[in-house]
Nanobody, 118 residues
Framework: VQLVESGGGVVQPGGSLRLSCAAS????????MSWHRQAPGKERELVGT????????NYADAVKGRFTISRDNAKNTVYLQMNSLKPEDTAVYYC????????????WGQGTQVTVSS
């Protein structure tokens, strides 16, 4: 199993970024996928999840209305579109695979840094 994030960078407040996570080594379309983030000095937190067929997404209150998770099962890729970015969104962003039936994540990518700064 491999998860590889890309698309991070430095952006000004109010800007946008789209992160990608390319998955391999498992049946991607059968798993719920998630994005988490970890800011300096803080615990890792869940950003949101997307179900197998993209029928349902859930988001943390801090990003609701600004971030959108989507997936392309034909490309084995999950995306995180981030709009109206704020300095407090600065963090390392990770994609992860959710285990079946329980609220745990068993595989993680290496992370991609997002910095929101003027």
């Amino acid at each position: 199993v491999q998860l590889v994030e890309s698309g991070g960078g430095v952006v000004q407040p109010g800007g946008s970024l789209r992160l990608s996570c390319a998955a391999s080594g498992f049946s991607f379309s059968t798993y719920v996928m998630s994005w988490h983030r970890q800011a300096p000095g803080k615990e890792r937190e869940l950003v949101g999840t997307i179900t197998q067929s993209s029928g349902s997404t859930n988001y943390a209150d801090a990003v609701k209305g600004r971030f959108t998770i989507s997936r392309d099962n034909a490309k084995n890729t999950v995306y995180l579109q981030m709009n109206s970015l704020k300095p407090e969104d600065t963090a390392v962003y990770y994609c992860s695979r959710k285990r079946f039936g329980i609220d745990q994540y068993d595989y993680w990518g290496q992370g991609t840094q997002v910095t929101v700064s003027s």
